[in-house]
């Protein structure tokens, strides 16, 4: 079931700016997975308490045999730096989050895997941040590193579930 980059590409964008309009709409983004298939109807999964654990997803994924697979979602990035003395003396629940650093970013986020007609794997990612100012909330796009989500591990999970190309068959 493969798609090609540019279908995968506008498929995100899509999604990307139903997120940012939802944003708008309601000051947060709901997280979802958008499992989109080669024919048919694609199946849209809202996680209203955040992302579902691996076994629905790759359930999912078993069932429907997407040919891409998205996640929308807003998150917090930012650099969590504490001392390792004093992180090995911590709880795991006391470390600090990215949303507790004074140079933390807001950003809403969707990221893209597909299968591409010789088998390879595409990825796409698109993200905005998130300003907040006293003059009321902006929406900036911006680019992240181009292999980012290559390195994401949920990203890579996405792209595990997915399909492979069709195997030849043997002769007997």
């Known amino acids: 079931m493969p798609i090609t980059a540019e279908q995968l590409e506008g498929i995100a964008t899509g999604f990307h700016g139903i997120a940012e309009q939802h944003f708008t709409a309601n000051g947060r983004v709901v997280p979802a997975l958008w499992f989109i298939p080669d024919a048919g109807t694609a199946r849209l999964v809202e996680m209203p308490q955040g992302v579902i654990d691996r076994e629905q997803t790759a ?22 730096t504490i001392p390792v003395e004093a992180a090995k003396k911590l709880p795991i629940d006391d470390i600090p989050r990215p949303s507790q650093q004074p140079d933390r970013r807001e950003v809403i986020s969707t990221f893209g895997v597909g299968r591409a007609h010789d088998g390879s794997s595409l990825h796409v990612m698109r993200a905005t941040l998130i300003l907040r100012t006293v003059f009321g909330t ?12 290559r ?15 069709a195997q030849p068959k043997r002769r007997r």
């Open 59 to 80: 359930q999912i994924a078993r069932t429907d045999r997407p040919s891409a697979i998205l996640l929308a979602g807003e998150s917090w990035m930012g650099s969590v």
């Open 138 to 149: 902006q929406l900036v796009p911006f680019d992240l590193n181009p292999d980012a989500e």
């Open 151 to 165: 390195e994401d591990d949920y990203a890579a999970f996405l792209a595990s579930l997915l399909p492979g190309p």
